[in-house]
């Protein structure tokens, strides 16, 4: 199946088992690209250089369908390549598989043909803009790494899998590789439509914290210190009911005191492995805590707030702002920073500033 090559630029791979051979999500992708259909079986071990981007329309309940895909998907020549997985419906395990099997992004059934289509001009460059320079193989190997993170934190650490301190250490090069040597505008995009938003959250607030460090110019360890912190600071969210995190609306009060355990969920099951360091702990616990001790769970105040957490929190609290809500549009760079600046007495005002141009132009 094909659109018509002159008005198409993308080249996509569509990888399906279905009886039908996914006809309808071919017909939309054609609207934005050429569209080349084949058996997950037949999915090459290296795609050819034209491809844009892989999607994959498979029964993740069928166990040999799933080991086809792991097989081919997580080597090293799919790494670098946008891979966009369809759900069935948009539950959360589902896509929670999606993720472990390498994708980049998911879309679920009923389809969206508008929603698709955005998703797939975000996600999947034209040809002739696909980056396949270091640069770019740099900002996808990065947002793997550190998707690979978030399969681990939200996945596996509540099935009882311990999550270790060199899992996040094999992440961070890779990440602080990627916002250096691409861009923090290039790292939101990429992770900005992601399907599920504990995921998205944690991603964004990874990038502005890296941004920021590299912004003020802190050494590299400060730097790695820092990302780490910002990737773990939500674990606890892990330990929180599923129906909580994935609710489309705004919380109820007895949701909203479930969610604020969170933070001492995750102190308590990363200080229970014993090889996390003192500051990755304190930002877990405390990146709830304002300067005039009205923040939570302990209460702190002025000083008995550490200078990585001051941080942590600012990029949480403006990430949280900007993004994409179901129940609300995301926040104007202005206007989550008049949101902000109206919190004196509760943030770093001097660090709120600095971080100011680190997120100018980044929308």
Not at 18 to 33: F, K, P
Not at 355 to 362: A, N
Request: charged share 25%; aromatic share 6%.
């Amino acid at each position: 199946m094909s659109a018509n090559s002159s008005s198409a630029k993308r080249r996509l791979l569509l990888a399906s088992d279905r009886s039908d051979r996914s006809t309808e999500l071919a017909n939309i992708l054609q609207s934005v690209g050429e569209v080349d259909t084949i058996s997950t079986s037949d999915i090459p071990d290296t795609p050819a250089s034209h491809i844009s981007g892989i999607v994959v329309d498979i029964n993740l309940r069928s166990a040999q369908s799933v080991q086809r895909v792991r097989d081919k998907l997580r080597t090293e020549a799919y790494r670098a390549m946008p891979r966009l997985f369809v759900l069935a419906d948009a539950l959360h395990h589902g896509s929670m598989q999606a993720w472990a099997l390498g994708a980049t992004d998911t879309i679920s059934r009923p389809f969206d043909a508008q929603g698709i289509l955005q998703r797939i001009r975000s996600a999947f460059p034209d040809t002739h803009g696909f980056d396949t320079t270091d640069r770019g193989k740099a900002l996808n190997r990065g947002v793997a790494a550190a998707h690979e993170v978030m399969v681990k934190i939200f996945q596996k650490l509540p099935a009882g899998v311990p999550l270790t301190f060199s899992d996040i250490v094999a992440a961070e090069n890779k990440i602080l590789k990627a916002i250096k040597h691409s861009s923090l505008r290039e790292w939101l995009t990429t992770v900005g439509c992601h399907h599920t938003d504990s995921y998205r959250h944690c991603l964004f607030v990874t990038g502005f914290a890296v941004a920021f460090a590299q912004h003020l110019g802190m050494r590299e360890d400060d730097q790695r210190r820092l990302a780490r912190a910002a990737l773990l600071h939500d674990v606890g969210k892990a330990f929180v009911p599923v129906a909580i995190l994935d609710k489309q609306d705004v919380l109820s009060e007895e949701e909203t005191i479930e969610i604020r355990k969170h933070p001492r969920l995750g102190y308590d099951a990363l200080a229970a492995q014993g090889s996390f360091p003192p500051e990755m702990l304190d930002v877990v616990l405390h990146h709830h805590e304002f300067l005039d001790g009205t923040g939570y769970p302990d209460g702190l105040r002025g000083d008995q707030i550490s200078d990585i957490v001051r941080l942590t929190t600012i990029v949480d609290i403006y990430a949280a702002l900007v993004e994409k809500r179901a129940y609300r549009l995301p926040y104007t760079h202005a206007k989550a920073f008049s949101i902000m600046e109206q919190m004196d007495g509760k943030l770093d005002q001097h660090l709120l500033q600095a971080f100011r141009p680190v997120t100018m132009g980044s929308y």
